[in-house]
């Protein structure tokens, strides 16, 4: 499979990951206060564009320490911790979700089933690189939909706004953004999901020639995982609009995964560096529209 078809595929499966989530947390917080307390945003109106710009400095403070350590600190341990706090946090939020529905645990059973699910998955990184997208992927869908069920639908528009253009000045103008991704690319973290495509085998090559050729020589393809989680953000700050809201968060998905792929296609034949958020915002944006146009 290509290398964009098996990235559209992992956003894919993290917006829909991320909706569930979102839209479970949202739905239990109507009748149950203590989930309400779960809402990480700053603000006690959720409405309020002052979360917006929060969590902007939230994320410029984060890059700024990530580029300055990953500049100085050549080591792999704090890195490595650092990746397993963020897998465990986030993906407990999808395993919560799910502890409460379909399983239907309580509340403290299900804080309990998630935390232990959580720390699991971020032991298993940990120990073995192949656990790697999985849990960018949960991690992701988890963080987009904290974000979502904390922040109500205009804040959240902003910060993706915002986002979409700092992530254009990180990529094109303090071109920060290229050497984060190169940097840790290289230590395996899950800041990323990657997508591989290995060259043919030659006749009667040796197997261990041909690992080590596969892995110099193929085709790999990486996409952040703020790429995956704002969008997904987007979407289950949707889902909170109206009675219509899943297709509202399905439609925000269905455009940013298209304009993701149209995207990723580009990048793979013409082999350039490109911010992602822009056009998968702006894709998520478009889809939205499209649903209340289409009468939603």
Known sequence: MKTYLQVALFFAITQLLGI???????NAAIANEEVRSLSVAPMPDADDPANALFFLGYILFGAVAVVLAARHYKGMLMFRLLEAMVVFTASSIVFFAFALFPLGLGLLEALALGGALGALLAATKFIWNGAKNAAAIISSAGVGAIFGFSLGFLPAAIFTILLSIYDYIAVFKTRH???MARELSTRQLSFAVTAREAPARKQDEKIEVYAER????????DLGTGDLSVPAMLSVSAYAIGPNGLIYALAVAAGSTLALYMLLKFVSKERVFLPALPPICLGGMLGLLLAKLAGF
């Open 177 to 179: 953004m290229v050497e």
């Open 214 to 221: 596969a892995n110099r020589e193929g085709d790999r393809l």
């Open 20 to 26: 569930f989530a979102g839209a479970v947390l949202i």
